[in-house]
């Protein structure tokens, strides 16, 4: 298949499909976030309450697709929900307390009832507004060009232990749904293995007709493109045999019985056709200090994970890499989206998906129009309300088998900056280890003894307990703070290699794959606007490095690279 340009517009119908092809290789990601916290914001059996919650982040994710896609990075990458979230999340949610569906004169609420949505209405509120006011954070760094300033100081060992901790931290919540019938989350985890592994080669013919060439034989990688929705399908599908011939328990304690597919019988009929996700839809949010600078722990490795995808999204689509401007821009517009999506009530934020990325290399199909309508298929879907039910009827150890999966995945992306450091230093390998470790220990301690942090300041003892409970903020700082003061070389820490791509970057051409749409020309006019680090015609600074009495080339081995940069204005 001959590889579209990212300005290509194909026919309206191949817009559709491929649009659609995109969001399917991140269903997986998105439903994950609610299924694991749902519990947590105690939404419990309330069926219908959770299937609200996966439209709501459905259609977030389309809205936010929009706006990166034509005001932002203006790539075609998809956003969705961000795993990055929920380790603050979580640790937000537990200093609330657990969930009680029992009041004082030992009357127990009712499933579903206004009461006990107002219970989770309630915990989602808090979690809105950390979300809404951590973001304005994003925001701030990314459109005044801070994020260009911060990323050189930040190396593999502090983004390691960082984005690992987010999956290892998840293991909890793997392990509770895929216990619940082990048989059916390994058969799910086989399928994933069988399809995304051993069969992602393997290619079935479709045939695509057009005025020119006629009626044409080509290849889909169809197990490469959807492992994760063919296997849960499968599973799924197994399930729901196994239900009928009741081979699973059908007694409500019994071990298996939740593998079963009638346990929710009520969703899908209970569910609306339509419902419309609304601002303020479960109320006015609030917000805590404590909640805000957990949540900025979210915020930080977000923005430090869309960046590599921005790169790797303008590779794989045959554009150039991004300039300092549409960075700031993207992540200033993730900032935004997360406003939004703690505005409509998410649970989360969004941020950058690489999944399509790879559909990318797979069709050659690099479009920016065809994401975007994408982008309107998900807010379309976002509004159908038995859409959002069916998913919840989804048993619960398929959903722990894509768990274990996805979230061994996310630890393994994590890992992999470590591509760029030295690991034969004994240096690199304490650094790593002591932050793995000391952020899956002290953590876990944290959560159940926040009782023993008294400063005198109660806001201030909050906010120390929410930060300290949250896995990815203590690994990454002391991965960062023993990075940066443990003496070692700028090639041993792996910061010039990780970094080498950006220096490749000629910001001098400008690359109209970059400019805003319709209102370009009049930008131009605008002299002043070259000063904007997010605008297009912004004019960078271009470092020259020069090393008193060292060539240019040797500067790269010093201790101290980042010393004696004379910069100078283009």
């Not at 409500?252 to 209970?270: C, H, K, Q």
């Not at 807010?379 to 048993?395: D, E, N, R, S």
Request: proline residues 5%; neutral net charge; charged residues 15%.
């Amino acid at each position: 298949m001959k590889k579209r340009s990212l300005e290509d517009v194909p026919p309206w119908y191949l817009c559709i499909l491929l649009g659609f092809q995109h969001y399917l290789t991140a269903f997986g990601s998105t439903i994950t976030v609610p299924f694991v916290l749902y519990q947590a914001l105690c939404i419990g059996e309330d069926g219908v309450g959770l299937s609200q919650l996966i439209n709501t982040i459905f259609f977030m994710s389309g809205l936010s697709t929009l706006l990166q896609t034509t005001f932002g990075i203006r790539l075609p990458i998809i956003q969705g929900a961000t795993f990055a979230f929920l380790a603050p999340t979580t640790a937000i949610l537990e200093q609330m307390g657990e969930c009680s569906m029992v009041k004082d004169n030992n009357v127990t609420i009712a499933v579903g009832s206004d009461e006990h949505r107002e219970i989770w209405h309630g915990r989602l509120r808090e979690v809105q507004g950390a979300i809404m006011i951590a973001s304005l954070t994003q925001i701030i760094i990314g459109f005044s060009g801070v994020m260009g300033l911060l990323l050189p100081h930040i190396g593999p060992l502090a983004i390691a232990p960082t984005i690992s901790l987010i999956g290892l931290a998840l293991f909890p919540a793997a392990y509770e749904f895929a216990s619940t019938q082990w048989y059916i989350a390994l058969t799910t985890v086989f399928f994933i293995t069988l399809f995304s592994q051993y069969l992602q080669n393997v290619s079935i013919p479709i045939f695509n007709y057009n005025r020119q060439n006629g009626c044409q034989k080509q290849k889909l990688f169809i197990f490469k493109l959807f492992p994760v929705l063919l296997a849960m399908l499968l599973s799924w599908l197994l399930c729901y045999i196994l239900t009928v011939t009741n081979v699973l328990t059908d007694d409500v304690n019994g071990w298996g019985y939740l593998a079963r597919t009638d346990t929710n019988p009520g969703v899908l009929s209970d569910a609306q056709w339509f419902r419309f996700p609304y601002p303020g839809q479960w109320g006015t949010p609030t917000a805590s200090v404590a909640g805000v600078f957990g949540m900025l722990a979210g915020v930080l490795a977000s923005m430090i994970e869309s960046v590599g995808d921005y790169y790797a999204c303008a590779k794989i689509s045959g554009a150039r890499p991004p300039p300092v401007h549409a960075i700031n821009r993207g992540i200033g517009m993730e900032g935004i989206a997360c406003v939004l999506a703690g505005a409509w009530g998410s649970g989360n934020g969004t941020t950058s998906y690489s999944e399509n990325i790879g559909a990318i290399g797979i069709t050659k199909v690099g479009s920016r129009r065809v994401v975007q309508v994408g982008g309107i298929i998900m807010i379309l879907l976002g509004c159908l309300g038995k859409f959002g039910a069916l998913f919840v009827t989804i048993p619960k150890p398929v959903v722990g088998g894509m768990f274990l999966v996805m979230f061994g995945m996310i630890t393994a992306v994590g890992l992999s900056n470590l591509q760029y450091v030295d690991m034969r230093s004994s240096r690199n390998i304490f650094i790593l280890g002591v932050s793995l470790f000391f952020g899956l220990c002290f953590p876990s301690w944290m959560s159940a003894n926040q009782d023993k942090i008294n400063t005198g300041s109660e806001i201030f003892d909050q906010i120390l307990a929410v930060l300290l409970s949250t896995s990815m903020f203590v690994g990454g700082v002391v991965g960062f703070v023993l990075d940066v003061t443990i003496p070692g070389t700028v090639e041993e820490r792996g910061i010039h290699k990780m970094r080498k791509h950006d220096v490749d970057v000629d910001d001098s051409k400008r690359d109209p794959t970059y400019d805003l749409p319709f209102i370009q020309p009049f930008l131009d006019k605008i002299s002043f606007l070259r000063h904007l680090p997010f605008c297009p015609t912004y004019t960078p600074l271009q470092c020259n490095c020069r090393k008193n009495n060292l060539k240019e080339e040797n500067i790269e081995t010093q201790t101290d690279g980042i010393d004696n940069v004379i910069c100078e204005k283009l």
